[in-house]
């Protein structure tokens, strides 16, 4: 089971992504919820690399192990940017989760 928490801040920019746990759905390299949520993950992560205005802190400490902390430097740019691509990632993880609940499983949490 994958196991996915998005942090969000009031005005619903990512602050935080954890995931944990490999889906099991199929063996090694036919795993398809493992590969949506694995592209996902790194495509969000390429993307905001090359977004200035956003400072990224990732650790990757092994295969099925994924943390990545975002600091906005609240340019109106980047918060746009921030904003497009944090709904971008919470609904295209939503979206594997909902048709493969027994592999996947993301929570969402606002912050203060």
Avoid: W
Wanted: glycine share 8%; charged share 25%.
């Amino acid at each position: 089971m994958i196991t996915i928490e998005l942090y969000f801040d009031h005005s619903g920019l990512l602050k935080r992504c954890r995931a944990d746990g490999h889906a099991g759905a199929g063996s090694k390299g036919n795993d398809i919820v493992c590969a949506a949520v694995s592209i996902l993950l790194r495509a969000t992560y390429r993307t905001l690399l090359k977004k200035t205005g956003i400072k990224l802190r990732e650790r990757v400490p092994e295969r099925g192990a994924f943390f990545l902390e975002l600091e906005n430097e609240a340019t109106e740019e980047a918060s746009a940017f921030l904003f497009a691509v944090g709904s971008f990632l919470k609904e295209g993880l939503q979206s594997v989760s909902e048709e493969y609940p027994q592999f996947c499983t993301v929570k969402i949490y606002t912050e203060e």
